[in-house]
């Protein structure tokens, strides 16, 4: 796999967003909704960056795609979320390709009358964007290309990898491979 951010840029960026959120949220409590499965291990770090009174809350979103599919139905299921009635919050996602997903979730999320929604992205890809919308926050942009780790998955798999990488197409080999 081609590494295109390692363990320590990773953490920078991370850190840098989490500094921009606590100046946009000073003197507020914060109540962040992290998006399952993608955004576990980002939500990990950035909520213990960010020196502010939160409640941290899930919601399910999954869209069955792959590398090379097609994205599918989009599923939303908040009945795991916490009550965002009157609250001011920050979504947090592992990457804004189209947008669709985002903009979707921030939708149903609107149905429990939030005070405020903003949203907070790892990862911007640049150029594919088919939403009029831009995430409030976001610590990197990245060429058009399928990347995993840091809780972004191929198959479910490489969530756990500490860098991102992007999958080539021997990797898919290997991955076809695997036990
Ligand atoms: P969008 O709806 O913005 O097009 O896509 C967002 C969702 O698609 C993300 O939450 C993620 O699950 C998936 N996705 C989009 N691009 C990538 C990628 O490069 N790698 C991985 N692992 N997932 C991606
Ligand atoms: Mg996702």
Redo the contacts with the bound molecule.
């Keep these: 796999m081609k590494i295109l951010l390692d363990k320590e840029s990773l953490h920078q960026g991370v850190a840098d967003m989490a500094r921009q959120i606590e100046a946009a949220y000073e003197g507020r409590q914060l109540t962040i909704v992290g998006?399952l499965?993608?955004?576990v291990v980002l939500m990990a770090d950035l909520i213990r960056l960010i020196q502010l009174p939160m409640r941290v809350g899930v919601i399910q979103?999954?869209?069955y795609?792959g590398?090379t599919t097609e994205?599918g139905d989009?599923l939303i299921n908040s009945e795991l979320m916490i009550d965002i009635s009157g609250r001011d919050v920050l979504l947090v996602?592992?990457?804004?390709?189209?947008?669709?997903?985002?903009?979707?979730v921030i939708e149903k999320m609107r149905e429990f009358k939030p005070h405020s929604i903003r949203s907070a992205v790892l990862?911007k890809?640049k150029g594919?964007?088919?939403?009029d919308y831009v995430p409030g926050f976001s610590a990197f942009d990245?060429p058009?290309?399928?990347?995993?780790g840091y809780g972004?998955?191929?198959e479910d798999m490489?969530r756990n990898l500490p860098y991102l990488a992007?999958?080539e197409p021997s990797d898919l080999e290997k991955h076809a491979a695997l036990p």
């Design positions: 998006v499965t993608g955004s979103a999954s869209s795609r590398a994205r989009l996602d592992d990457i804004f390709d189209t947008g669709h997903t985002l903009t979707r990862l890809k594919r964007a088919e939403v990245i058009d290309e399928f990347v995993v972004l998955d191929y490489y992007a999958l």
